[in-house]
């Protein structure tokens, strides 16, 4: 079975300040990363993905995330946050199972940009 | 724009009623997930279909009925909800990561969900 931990519930960075959001994962097969953006009152939308390949993977809105195999985390990063970036932030691993993927999420990071 | 429409946006009902949940995609995914959520958690995975066949049932109480009618629409009836079900429930549809088309890489793609509230 897999598991996402994200170390922190919340994280208050002002804007124009650089940000990580931290997640760990285990898992004893193979896994996809990824981290969602959750809006007020919305669903959540894709912010990057890592599945294979080069470690550091870029997504939108000038987010970044880095794969580190050996210490099993994929710690999300921006240089300089807007308001605009306040939201929740989900870490999830994703494994195939048959013909569906099955998606454990970590308990989400609210990010709440100070002006 | 989301590519998966769900549809009411809101929904307030008693716990006598009977109500349905809609979900539409036409990316051409053959794989659909239900998923509720809590205010402040994650989303929990509650049914997931493969080729319109239910592949998953995470143990959701009878009252959640899941349907899915062909490729591009999946629902979810309800039937005597209790208060504690008020929730987000968010739909998700993803290409189908098994051979012969190996899709694995492919993400799950989100709706904006249907805020349910239970009186």
């Known amino acids: 079975a897999q598991s996402v931990t994200q170390l922190d519930s919340q994280v208050p960075v002002f804007e124009e300040a650089p940000v990580e959001l931290r997640c760990n994962y285990s898992s004893s097969v193979s896994v996809y990363l990824f981290w969602y953006v959750q809006y007020p009152n919305q669903g959540l939308q894709l912010l990057l993905k890592?599945?294979?390949?080069?470690?550091l993977v870029k997504g939108i809105n000038g987010f970044e995330a880095e794969f580190n195999k050996s210490q099993t985390s994929f710690h999300l990063r921006k240089p300089s946050v807007h308001i605009s970036d306040t939201a929740e932030y989900f870490c999830?691993?994703?494994?195939?199972?048959?013909?569906?993927?099955?998606?454990?999420f970590g308990i989400g990071t609210k990010l709440q940009v100070i002006p | 724009d989301t590519e998966v429409t769900q549809t009411p946006k809101h929904l307030v009902m008693g716990m006598t009623n009977k109500k349905s949940l809609k979900c539409e995609q036409h990316m051409g995914h053959r794989a659909m997930y239900w998923y509720k959520q809590k205010a402040k958690k994650p989303p929990e995975l509650m049914f997931v279909?493969?080729?319109?066949?239910?592949?998953i049932n995470e143990s959701v109480p009878s009252r959640f009925s899941p349907e899915c009618p062909n490729s591009s629409l999946l629902n979810l009836h309800l039937h005597a909800l209790q208060p504690e079900d008020s929730a987000l429930y968010l739909c998700a549809s993803s290409r189908t990561p098994s051979p012969p088309r190996w899709e694995g890489n492919q993400p799950q793609h989100f709706g904006d969900g249907t805020r349910l509230s239970i009186l």
């Open positions: 279909y493969s080729y319109e066949k239910l592949s």
């Open positions: 890592y599945l294979s390949g080069s470690t």
């Open positions: 999830a691993v994703r494994v195939n199972s048959g013909g569906y993927q099955k998606v454990t």
